[in-house]
């Protein structure tokens, strides 16, 4: 069984940090392209970035510069250090795998709150 599981959300004031986990199973890691995606209260889904499977990164221009995407593949876990947070960051945050010729996979978000 497939599994992507976000962890490390909470609740940070504006200005502060967070790094948010996505721990993977039930595929092998080193083959797939990983996704930061958010989706805030009433909003629709939005990717992040990317960390593509020999680690070249992709962001979206919002998140440039203030959050890093990394990945363990000893561990099977991808990162997102999310850093200078403002109250438009607040979203569940949740991570997907894709690989050539399969379907994607998506996890669980964890929810991730900027107050002002």
């Known amino acids: 069984e497939v599994q992507l599981q976000a962890s490390g959300g909470g609740l940070v004031q504006t200005g502060g940090s967070l790094r948010l986990s996505c721990a993977v199973s039930?595929?092998?890691?080193?083959?797939?392209?990983i996704g930061w995606f958010r989706q805030a209260p009433g909003k629709g889904s939005e990717g992040l970035g990317w960390?593509?499977?020999?680690?070249?990164?992709y962001y979206i221009d919002s998140v440039k510069g203030r959050f890093t995407i990394s990945r363990d593949n000893v561990k099977n876990t991808l990162y997102l250090q999310m850093n200078s947070l403002n109250v438009e960051d607040t979203a569940v945050y949740y991570c997907?795998?894709?690989?050539?010729?399969?379907?994607?996979?998506w996890g669980q978000g964890t929810l991730v709150t900027v107050s002002s």
């Open positions: 960390i593509s499977n020999d680690g070249m990164t």
């Open positions: 039930g595929v092998i890691f080193d083959d797939y392209g």
């Open positions: 997907n795998a894709v690989t050539v010729g399969a379907a994607p996979y």
